[in-house]
């Protein structure tokens, strides 16, 4: 087990496919409220369980009688997810695998775990948000990504801000040092054409993966 890498459980939508477990392998796991129903379907045992607990029930609970419980009132200044992620880091997380953190009933709270990823990356943490099915990884100013996606796979990549000298390699549209202004969808529905490459000179964005997604193909 690494003591370095942690999944964070959080609430949304979750697919247990052979990427997902690749990823979850060998990590340490902190549940964010009702994020601790992923536990089972991943195989994983929290080592903490933070939240307001106001979307678990008790029968949750009684599943998990010796995973330390630790809450937070509902009248607090940030996400479950958030202080999950910070628990992780106070004990040592240098990788982190949000798990559940893509779509769900809460559009508001997938925005928040992009951003809050885009900061961490951006403080030198290696970030990845996952549903299973889709995988979302941020790319910040003067970093390269070099992500394995089967060929035919839909990706995209979305701006946070406007984008200076972003280059994508090998796939259907690459780019080189281009220019990509705010709010431009240029860069959505790409394929890749096996292993791609992203790097950015200036700006922040997203790169949304859909590696069992041959629909562009």
């Known amino acids: 087990m690494s003591t370095s890498s942690f999944t964070i459980l959080l609430g949304g939508n979750l697919v247990p ?14 549940a964010a409220d009702s994020g601790m129903r992923h536990a089972a379907t ?3 045992l929290p080592e903490l369980w933070v939240g307001d607990f106001d979307s678990s029930d008790a029968s949750l609970a009684a599943l998990y009688p010796t995973v330390e419980q630790r809450t937070y009132p509902a009248a607090k200044a940030a996400t479950d997810g958030e202080i999950a992620v910070a628990e992780a880091i106070a004990k040592g997380a240098t990788r982190l695998v949000f798990a559940g953190a893509l779509g769900g009933e809460r559009s508001d709270h997938a925005l928040q775990h992009y951003l809050n990823a885009l900061g961490l990356v951006e403080d030198g943490f290696e970030v990845v948000l996952t549903s299973g099915e889709e995988e979302a990884y941020p790319v910040v100013a003067e970093s390269q990504l070099e992500l394995e996606l089967p060929k035919g796979a839909l990706f995209s990549v ?5 984008l200076e000298g972003l280059t994508i390699r090998n796939a259907r549209y690459p780019l080189t040092n281009f220019s990509l202004t705010f709010g431009s969808s240029r860069t959505i529905s790409n394929v890749a054409e096996g292993p791609i ?5 200036r700006g922040r964005a997203i790169l949304l993966a859909r590696p ?6």
């Open 17 to 30: 496919t052979e990427r997902l477990q690749a990823l979850v392998e060998g990590t340490r796991t902190i």
């Open 158 to 162: 979305l701006g946070f801000t406007a």
């Open 197 to 201: 490459s992203v790097s950015l000179k």
């Open 42 to 44: 991943l195989g994983l």
């Open 212 to 217: 069992y997604d041959y629909s562009g193909a």
